[in-house]
């Protein structure tokens, strides 16, 4: 059973940035896809991006799409999201998740919270 552990969340400002990270408890097979959520209070669970382990392809929500990018390090099986440009709507528990098929929902991580205050 694969276990992913987030870390990387916090408070920050509008426009600042933040890197989250999101480990594996186990090696991650070539054709596992990681992916990014996002649940904001009273909202439902959004999918942010994905990234293949095995060619690395990136896919994005429009929404963030040309300010977070998404990208791995297969040797600490470990998938970063980095946040740039962050908005007040962008506050929201952050989820990793991954699993064999598009978009990943096998595997879970407990979340890691991201605040951007105005």
């Known amino acids: 059973q694969v276990q992913l552990v987030e870390s990387g969340g916090g408070l920050v400002q509008a426009g600042e940035s933040l890197t989250l990270s999101c480990t594996s408890s186990t090696r991650i097979y070539s054709s596992y896809i990681w992916g990014w959520y996002r649940q904001a209070p009273g909202k439902e669970r959004e999918f942010v991006a994905a990234i293949r382990q095995g060619t690395g392809r990136t896919y994005y929500a429009d929404s963030v799409k040309g300010r977070f990018s998404v990208s791995k390090d297969s040797a600490r099986n470990t998938v970063y999201l980095q946040l740039n440009s962050l908005k007040p709507e962008d506050t929201a528990v952050y989820y990793c998740?991954?699993?064999?098929?598009?978009?990943?929902?096998?595997?879970w991580g407990q979340g890691t919270q991201v605040t951007v205050s105005s």
């Open positions: 998740a991954g699993g064999s098929t598009y978009p990943p929902q096998n595997n």
